[in-house]
Each structure stands twice: as structure tokens, then as C-alpha cells.
């Protein structure tokens, strides 16, 4: 089980976007990923009219290490670190360490 998941919102902690918010994209193989809105590049894109592909600068998110995210806790409003615990049926869930407090409420 991963600590950071597909839509969960994470906080950067380092880099030149430390601070900012947004929702996890994609999670990598690799160990990486990609969050809404951070680490935006500039990608110089060729046209290709036989797969409908416009040319010019396209901005999208590059990937970062795990590492360098944290998830944000909406009560302390801070990146968190989390921890896994296993219910009384048995469901292995993710806490937030400060607080014990369950971050999948489903």
C-alpha cells in the first residue's frame, strides 16, 4: 500500500514551488508524481497534421520524487506525515501521525 495515492492533495516541501497545494495526477512506477499545477515545463511540440497534432509551447506537469511531497492534513491545514493501521476488520487504512486521524474516511 502507497502513502500517496491518485487525487489525494499533497503539499511540496521542497524545490521552487515549496508550499504549493494540488492534487496528485499520476502515481509512477518510479516512485514519482505528478501534481496539479507544480513543476510546470515548456514542451516545444512539432505539428503532426496525419495525428491531428497542433505545434507550439504546451506547459505541463512534470514529475517529482515522493519524497519531496507531504499530504495535507485539512484540520492542522499542513503536509502531514502518514502512517498505516489495521482495523478491527481486518482493513489496513492510512493516519495522519500527528493526530491518529484516518485519512481514507470511506
Given at each position: 500500500m502507497?502513502?500517496?495515492?491518485?487525487?489525494?492533495?499533497?503539499?511540496?516541501?521542497?524545490?521552487?514551488?515549496?508550499?504549493?497545494?494540488?492534487?496528485?495526477?499520476?502515481?509512477?512506477?518510479?516512485?514519482?508524481?505528478?501534481?496539479?499545477?507544480?513543476?510546470?515545463?515548456?514542451?516545444?511540440?512539432?505539428p503532426?497534421?496525419?495525428?491531428?497534432?497542433?505545434?507550439?509551447?504546451?506547459?505541463?506537469?512534470?514529475?517529482?520524487?515522493?519524497?519531496n511531497?507531504?499530504?495535507?492534513?485539512?484540520?492542522?491545514?499542513?503536509?502531514?506525515?502518514?502512517?498505516?493501521?489495521?482495523?478491527?476488520?481486518?482493513?489496513?487504512?492510512?493516519?495522519?501521525?500527528?493526530?491518529?486521524?484516518?485519512?481514507?474516511?470511506?
Amino acid at each position: 500500500m502507497k502513502k500517496i495515492r491518485k487525487g489525494d492533495m499533497v503539499v511540496l516541501i521542497t524545490g521552487r514551488d515549496k508550499g504549493r497545494r494540488g492534487a496528485v495526477i499520476e502515481v509512477l512506477a518510479d516512485d514519482r508524481v505528478r501534481v496539479e499545477g507544480v513543476n510546470m515545463l515548456k514542451k516545444h511540440q512539432k505539428p503532426n497534421p496525419q495525428m491531428g497534432v497542433q505545434g507550439g509551447i504546451i506547459e505541463r506537469e512534470a514529475p517529482l520524487h515522493v519524497s519531496n511531497v507531504m499530504l495535507y492534513n485539512p484540520a492542522t491545514q499542513k503536509g502531514e506525515r502518514v502512517g498505516f493501521k489495521a482495523l478491527e476488520s481486518g482493513r489496513k487504512v492510512r493516519i495522519f501521525k500527528s493526530n491518529q486521524e484516518m485519512v481514507d474516511a470511506k
